[in-house]
């Protein structure tokens, strides 16, 4: 009797736990998820989105891991190497990613979409980018490219045109020129590129003769000499001094310190935020990216942000149903919704981003593209040439070197990576 009691006990255990089964397939305990990001505050989807993936999974706990975005890849460098066991990481860039890949770091995701059935056509290709041997590792949910922000208030006070999706470098720095005004501390610069590497060599690659990853790099010399003479002429804010004060180019185009900004799309759903919140009452406006000559209009250059699953996580089957929601169709929605750009992007999800309240809708051309190229190319030795890249630009931009000895050197240190 004794052992029938014991029998049924278990039996009963058993059914009570079935009992407990959710329709989604999860237990009655529910699931707590780590999920590594960068600046949660300039992220204003990510609320958004973690509030919608509630809803279809209440069981489910998403615990943030926010690190500054300066110290973002160090960090998570850091966290994974020495066993971390975080769930979901959100891959910045892809000299992170073919270095996490490298480390096996990532769990792949080829065996999740094979058993989902899960449909990669709407991403446009842009997975078959974030292949390594034909294996895939990330998925992208954000796919923003580089267009132009302009204040129309300094366009109007100047009696200057806003600028056009059609405009090549020569004309953006015309522009820039004219509409430079003032002195001190009300003085207005014509525009500003921030002091990432990306905000002038960007501009070489868009014939697409070059990538970041060459074994010559003079092909930069004409946009280099364009930027520093600008800063050279005051049209610019000079590198030092934005990399000393560790200036960020949100806050001087908030105080319209600044009449152009070429920046990311990334940049659009924080600034309707901010006006929206009464930080700022910068009226704005968006043109495409500016080309070389010969290139054809709305030919920019695009990065992308995507999740992977850590290798150590313990709830990878749950992080995989997260990454598709938020990766996904219904996450795109929501990610368009908040300003901005998915990586599954359609007319639909165009047309829900433009006419969210505070977007300049007679803008809603610029974003309009005919060719993206990616920032970095995958590559074995991205994250050690990025670097080189970095530091060549740095020197460049502080007047250390001439424009043509720093891309000798850039070139002689890349060839001697490249051939190792």
Known sequence: MRKI????????????????????????TGVKLKLVLWDINQATYVPVLLEEYKKLRPDVEIEIIN??????????????????????ITVKDIPEYASMVTKKQLDSLDGYIKKDKYDLSAYSGVPDELRVDNVLFALPFRSDFWILYYNKEAFDKAGVDYPSNDMTW??????ARKVTSGAGADKVYGSHHHTWR?????????????????????????????????????????????????????????????????????????LMSKVKE???????????????????????AGTLASLAINAKSKNKKEAWEFIKFFCGPDGAKVLAGAGSLPAIRNEDVINVLSSRDGFPKECAGALETSTVRLELPMHPKVSQIEQILNEEHELIMTDSVTVDKGLSSMTKRVN?????
């Open 5 to 28: 009691s014991v029998v049924l006990l278990l039996l009963v255990s058993v059914l009570m736990l079935v009992s407990c089964k959710k329709k989604d397939g999860s237990d009655g």
């Open 416 to 420: 001697e990576v490249l051939s190792k």
């Open 67 to 88: 690190i500054p975005a300066s110290d973002y890849i160090e960090k998570v460098n850091v966290m994974l190497s020495g066993g971390d066991d975080s769930d979901i």
């Open 170 to 175: 020569s004309e953006y720095e015309a522009i």
């Open 278 to 300: 009464g930080v700022t009452d910068v009226k704005w406006g968006i043109a495409r990216f500016p080309h070389p000559d010969g290139v054809k209009a709305g030919t920019t």
């Open 198 to 270: 990306s905000t002038v060599q960007l501009g070489t690659f868009q014939d697409g003769k070059n990538t970041a990853i060459s074994k010559d790099y003079s092909f930069m010399a004409p946009v280099y000499n364009m930027v520093t003479g600008m800063q050279k002429d005051g049209i610019i804010m000079d590198y030092a001094s934005l990399k000393a004060g560790n200036i960020h180019y949100s806050g001087l185009f908030y105080n319209k310190q600044i009449a152009m900004l070429p920046m990311g799309t990334w940049f659009i759903g924080t």
